[in-house]
């Protein structure tokens, strides 16, 4: 539809007509299937409401869209068709690792085909928008939406940002991929003490210069929608925040697409305390561009009495409106409101063969090798007995909370992918051990006590699983852990003040471990758990977090050395939980801990801790040695642009990858600075014995922050440049900025 035609369709509209547009309700409404998300409200939405809204909310699957669009354009009068939006965040039929797995990869071109696979997957179920990615920088491993995000950094963050949106819309002009709506915005990922639903505090400064820039890619990069933040930023939650969403979003950055609602966050403004009622909490958010009110009845009650009392503006709600009928018609839905969904198509493209064999490999370079104590791994496959125990031995739930769409039959378990290399004879498993001693927190997300009590093992299954374990252990030459959190410990409603593993499984590793035999611990979790207990007790620690679809094929792959293991850390893993939260990237203090400084009382550190991180930000190992050498500078001085370069050379007789960071300090600034932050990386590709020189283009934009007088630019002075294998193994040069 030519835009005149779109001006004139909105012209047409009644009140109540363009006012349905701003209201997405979900799918029990029409007779479908239901996700819950949020808390569920009786509305009082009555049929006629039904009949005008303008979105469904987690409705997927083709048969099921096509028939609530087909009933729904019958009585519709000008035929405009419903958006279907759900929560798709790292893959439809074929899972692929919990984002911060994704992130761990350091492979945004890697990403960017994942998500361009999922929205194929997601276009065929009939999905018209997804509520993906979410971008928020997370620096606290106690908030459950961890497993959302990619990491702690905003330059690795902003690149993945990039990724997802432009795999999700790929050829979006032309009728492909599904729109990307990007939350949450902003800086929900700083909710204080990781606490889900919680505020922020922070200043303008870090906002802009930490937790912004990856929502600033995704806009860039195209995204179609952005989703509110439960939180408050500075007094005000996001969701009526003129200065977030007006200021900046709309007015600094230039974004015209629509804004959503999260669920029920419209009428959360009364619980906040910013408003009385419906109606203040419906001016707030329409005033602030607030374009969808997910899952209230706040638009729908409240919108009309504000425009016939003056209250609000008639051009403001028709900018809404336009917004919205203007991304129907760009997704092409005034011509096919079905966007070419049919279980034809469902049969089509899920879960294929080339979409498993990516799904493994994104997996492969999820999975991080923490410790590899005496080399233990890789084993060699059928040369002993290997012993495979723990509750995510044999277990299929490797695809995490938020795959919502996923089928756990379709997952390789780490069984099943272990059985690819050892014979039977030389494969042992029992489970060994309970994933929880409690498991009646399950009863917080609807589950039944039948439910509960199916989950559990009995006091006898578990004393026969424990002898079972022990028994089997005295045959082996290696046993394998498969341990980690339930599913429903991490993800959203998923904060936890005590992130290491379930008590359960850490005294049935203890047994197990003091046979002294070797030992291997795959780690299943949403978010970086502490392990410090456990890096005495084993030998080799492997970080799959829910690995997806392929996941133990991946895993089984790296025990066995078919794959170099390449993944790195996207966030620091905290030596004990008081630490957080922890980051890399923390400002100097005036009394460091230093060599020198270290055994003295005044200076800034923990008395029973130490300040470092179990495992640093992009930290990983390989079966490889890499070492770097020769790092080098074009120039000492510097104006617009210098060249870093960097010698690697692959120590070893196999193939490896290795992720090349470089890391800058700021020595002296207008304002405090970190003391290192992310600036570049390249992965790069060794033949056994095989050394490269890497080079890095340092350019003056990647020095800009913002400054005293908040203005955003590079300062002359002083610089480091840091290269290396993470954040805390670099080379080092210095330069000067001019």
């Given at each position: 539809?030519?835009?005149?035609?779109?001006?004139?369709?909105?012209?047409?509209?009644?009140?109540?007509?363009?006012?349905?547009q701003?209201?997405?309700?979900?799918?029990?409404?029409?007779?479908?299937?239901?996700?819950?998300?949020?808390?569920?409200?009786?509305?009082?939405?009555?049929?006629?409401?039904?009949?005008?809204?303008?979105?469904?909310?987690?409705?997927?699957?083709?048969?099921?869209?096509?028939?609530?669009?087909?009933?729904?354009?019958?009585?519709?009068?000008?035929?405009?068709?419903?958006?279907?939006?759900?929560?798709?965040?790292?893959?439809?039929?074929?899972?692929?690792?919990?984002?911060?797995?994704?992130?761990?990869?350091?492979?945004?071109?890697?990403?960017?085909?994942?998500?361009?696979?999922?929205?194929?997957?997601?276009?065929?179920?009939?999905?018209?928008?997804?509520?993906?990615?979410?971008?928020?920088?997370?620096?606290?491993?106690?908030?459950?939406?961890?497993?959302?995000?990619?990491?702690?950094?905003?330059?690795?963050?902003?690149?993945?940002?990039?990724?997802?949106?432009?795999?999700?819309?790929?050829?979006?002009?032309?009728g492909?991929?599904?729109?990307?709506c990007?939350?949450?915005?902003?800086?929900?990922?700083?909710?204080?003490?990781?606490?889900?639903?919680?505020?922020?505090?922070?200043?303008?400064?870090?906002?802009?210069?930490?937790?912004?820039?990856?929502?600033?890619?995704?806009v860039?990069?195209?995204?179609?929608?952005?989703?509110?933040?439960?939180?408050?930023?500075?007094?005000?939650p996001?969701?009526?925040?003129?200065?977030?969403?007006?200021?900046?979003?709309?007015?600094?950055?230039?974004?015209?697409?629509?804004?959503?609602?999260?669920?029920?966050?419209?009428q959360?403004?009364?619980?906040?305390g910013?408003?009385?009622?419906?109606?203040?909490?419906?001016?707030?958010a329409?005033?602030?561009?607030?374009?969808?009110?997910?899952?209230?009845?706040?638009?729908?009650?409240?919108l009309?009495?504000?425009?016939?009392?003056?209250?609000?503006?008639?051009?403001?709600?028709?900018?809404?409106?336009?917004?919205?009928?203007?991304?129907?018609?760009?997704?092409?839905?005034?011509e096919?409101?079905?966007?070419?969904?049919?279980?034809?198509?469902?049969?089509a493209?899920?879960?294929?063969?080339?979409?498993?064999?990516?799904?493994?490999?994104v997996?492969?370079?999820?999975?991080?090798?923490?410790?590899?104590?005496?080399?233990?791994?890789?084993?060699?496959?059928?040369?002993?007995?290997?012993?495979?125990?723990?509750?995510?031995?044999?277990?299929?739930?490797?695809i995490?909370?938020?795959?919502?769409?996923?089928?756990?039959?379709?997952?390789?378990?780490?069984?099943?992918?272990?059985?690819?290399?050892?014979?039977?004879?030389?494969?042992?498993?029992?489970?060994?051990c309970d994933?929880?001693?409690?498991?009646?927190?399950?009863?917080?997300?609807?589950?039944?006590?039948?439910?509960?009590?199916?989950?559990?093992?009995?006091?006898?299954?578990?004393?026969?699983?424990?002898?079972?374990?022990?028994?089997?252990?005295?045959?082996?030459?290696?046993?394998?852990?498969?341990?980690?959190?339930?599913?429903?410990?991490?993800?959203?409603?998923?904060?936890?003040?005590?992130?290491?593993?379930?008590?359960?499984?850490?005294?049935?590793?203890?047994?197990?471990?003091?046979l002294?035999?070797?030992?291997?611990?795959?780690?299943?979790?949403?978010?970086?758990?502490?392990?410090?207990?456990?890096?005495?007790?084993?030998?080799?620690?492997?970080?799959?977090?829910?690995?997806?679809?392929?996941?133990?094929?991946?895993?089984?792959?790296?025990?066995?050395?078919?794959?170099?293991?390449?993944?790195?850390?996207?966030?620091?893993?905290?030596?004990?939980?008081?630490?957080?939260?922890?980051?890399?990237?923390?400002?100097k203090?005036?009394?460091?801990?230093?060599?020198?400084?270290?055994?003295?009382?005044?200076?800034?550190?923990?008395?029973?801790?130490?300040?470092?991180?179990?495992?640093?930000?992009g930290?990983?190992?390989?079966?490889?040695?890499?070492?770097?050498?020769?790092?080098?500078?074009?120039?000492?001085?510097?104006?617009?642009?210098?060249?870093?370069?960097v010698?690697?050379?692959?120590?070893?007789?196999?193939?490896?990858?290795?992720?090349?960071?470089?890391?800058?300090?700021?020595?002296?600034?207008?304002?405090?600075?970190?003391?290192?932050?992310?600036?570049?990386?390249?992965?790069?590709?060794?033949?056994?014995?095989?050394?490269?020189t890497?080079?890095?283009?340092?350019?003056?934009?990647?020095?800009?922050?913002?400054?005293?007088?908040?203005?955003?630019?590079?300062?002359?002075?002083?610089?480091?440049?840091?290269?290396?294998?993470?954040?805390?193994?670099?080379?080092?040069?210095?330069?000067?900025?001019?």
């Amino acid at each position: 539809m030519e835009e005149q035609a779109l001006k004139a369709l909105l012209k047409s509209l009644t009140w109540e007509e363009k006012i349905g547009q701003l209201v997405q309700l979900s799918g029990d409404f029409f007779h479908a299937n239901e996700l819950a998300v949020g808390p569920q409200k009786k509305l009082g939405i009555d049929q006629q409401t039904v009949d005008l809204v303008g979105s469904v909310l987690n409705v997927t699957g083709a048969s099921q869209t096509r028939e609530i669009q087909d009933r729904y354009l019958k009585k519709s009068r000008h035929k405009i068709p419903l958006l279907f939006m759900a929560d798709i965040i790292y893959g439809y039929r074929t899972i692929y690792p919990i984002p911060l797995g994704l992130g761990a990869t350091w492979n945004p071109e890697l990403i960017e085909q994942a998500y361009e696979k999922t929205a194929e997957e997601s276009k065929a179920a009939g999905a018209h928008v997804t509520f993906a990615p979410m971008v928020d920088l997370v620096r606290d491993a106690r908030w459950g939406r961890t497993l959302e995000a990619t990491g702690e950094d905003p330059v690795l963050n902003a690149a993945f940002a990039k990724a997802m949106v432009t795999g999700l819309q790929k050829d979006l002009v032309n009728g492909g991929g599904i729109a990307s709506c990007v939350k949450h915005f902003a800086a929900y990922g700083a909710a204080e003490g990781g606490r889900e639903y919680n505020t922020v505090d922070l200043s303008e400064r870090r906002l802009r210069q930490d937790h912004l820039p990856s929502y600033k890619a995704a806009v860039d990069a195209g995204c179609q929608l952005v989703m509110t933040s439960f939180n408050t930023y500075d007094g005000m939650p996001v969701t009526g925040n003129g200065f977030l969403l007006k200021d900046i979003l709309r007015k600094e950055w230039g974004f015209d697409g629509v804004i959503i609602s999260d669920y029920a966050a419209i009428q959360e403004l009364i619980a906040h305390g910013v408003a009385t009622n419906d109606r203040e909490a419906t001016k707030l958010a329409i005033e602030a561009t607030t374009d969808i009110d997910m899952k209230t009845a706040c638009y729908a009650k409240e919108l009309e009495p504000l425009l016939k009392a003056g209250e609000i503006s008639e051009d403001l709600v028709n900018q809404s409106v336009y917004r919205v009928l203007k991304l129907k018609n760009d997704l092409g839905l005034f011509e096919d409101p079905y966007r070419g969904a049919s279980q034809e198509q469902e049969n089509a493209v899920f879960l294929t063969e080339e979409k498993r064999k990516l799904a493994k490999k994104v997996s492969s370079e999820a999975v991080v090798l923490l410790q590899n104590k005496n080399k233990v791994l890789p084993l060699t496959a059928n040369t002993e007995k290997v012993l495979l125990v723990g509750p995510y031995g044999d277990n299929q739930d490797l695809i995490g909370l938020w795959a919502v769409h996923g089928d756990r039959n379709d997952v390789v378990s780490i069984k099943k992918g272990v059985e690819n290399y050892l014979d039977p004879e030389n494969l042992l498993y029992t489970q060994g051990c309970d994933m929880l001693s409690d498991y009646q927190f399950l009863g917080e997300f609807g589950a039944t006590k039948d439910q509960i009590e199916q989950s559990s093992l009995s006091a006898q299954e578990k004393a026969t699983e424990l002898n079972k374990a022990l028994t089997l252990a005295n045959d082996a030459d290696t046993i394998i852990f498969a341990l980690g959190e339930h599913t429903m410990q991490s993800g959203e409603a998923g904060s936890r003040t005590d992130i290491r593993l379930p008590q359960i499984q850490k005294d049935f590793l203890a047994e197990l471990s003091a046979l002294n035999k070797k030992t291997v611990l795959i780690v299943i979790s949403g978010r970086p758990l502490v392990l410090t207990k456990e890096t005495e007790q084993v030998d080799g620690i492997i970080q799959a977090w829910f690995p997806g679809t392929e996941g133990g094929n991946a895993i089984a792959d790296i025990i066995f050395g078919k794959t170099n293991p390449s993944g790195r850390l996207s966030m620091s893993f905290p030596y004990t939980v008081g630490q957080l939260p922890l980051y890399y990237s923390e400002f100097k203090t005036g009394r460091p801990l230093t060599s020198t400084t270290h055994k003295g009382r005044f200076v800034s550190k923990y008395l029973d801790s130490p300040n470092e991180p179990l495992f640093p930000f992009g930290f990983g190992l390989s079966y490889s040695e890499v070492v770097y050498s020769g790092l080098n500078l074009s120039n000492e001085k510097m104006t617009d642009e210098l060249t870093v370069s960097v010698k690697i050379k692959n120590m070893s007789d196999q193939s490896c990858v290795e992720t090349v960071q470089l890391y800058t300090q700021d020595v002296t600034g207008s304002v405090v600075r970190p003391v290192k932050e992310l600036t570049a990386f390249q992965k790069v590709a060794l033949a056994a014995g095989e050394e490269k020189t890497v080079y890095f283009q340092l350019t003056r934009d990647a020095l800009k922050f913002y400054t005293k007088d908040m203005s955003f630019a590079a300062e002359p002075g002083d610089f480091i440049v840091f290269v290396g294998a993470n954040v805390s193994e670099t080379l080092e040069q210095h330069f000067e900025l001019i």
